[in-house]
């Protein structure tokens, strides 16, 4: 059984920075892809970065300049957040799986976390 899990999420004011971390447990080999997706509430699940088992990465264009994407040699992920807005509040959730292509396709692949709340606030 496959599980991430998500930490780093809290309250910042704008401006302000936070790293979010998710680390999966269970039997498994290192993930070709691990990302981020957020959610706010009443919307659609919406891409943040992903990054491939071989170093690529890829950001949506609201976050490209802010937001740096990591992983270490096993199955953790991080994401550096940086000049925090409020219309970055949302849920964080961390995604996992085998398909690369999440990088061009903006897709999500298999294993979600159980999210992380993000709150950008004065």
């Known amino acids: 059984q496959v599980q991430l899990v998500e930490s780093g999420g809290g309250l910042v004011q704008p401006g302000g920075s936070l790293r979010l971390s998710c680390t999966a447990s269970g039997s498994v ?55 925090l807005q409020p219309e970055d509040t949302a849920v964080y959730y961390c995604n996992a799986g085998g398909r690369r292509g999440i990088l061009v396709t903006k897709q999500p692949n298999d294993y979600w976390g159980k999210g992380t709340l993000v709150n950008v606030s004065s």
């Not at 080999?29 to 997706?37: E, H, I, N, V, Y």
């Not at 919406?46 to 199955?75: L, W």
């Open 29 to 83: 080999p290192r993930f070709s892809a691990m990302g981020w997706f957020r959610q706010v509430s009443g919307k659609e699940r919406e891409y943040v970065a992903a990054m491939t088992s071989s170093g690529s990465d890829g950001y949506a264009d609201s976050v490209k300049g802010r937001f740096t994407i990591s992983r270490d040699a096993a199955n953790t992920v991080y994401l550096q957040m940086n000049n």
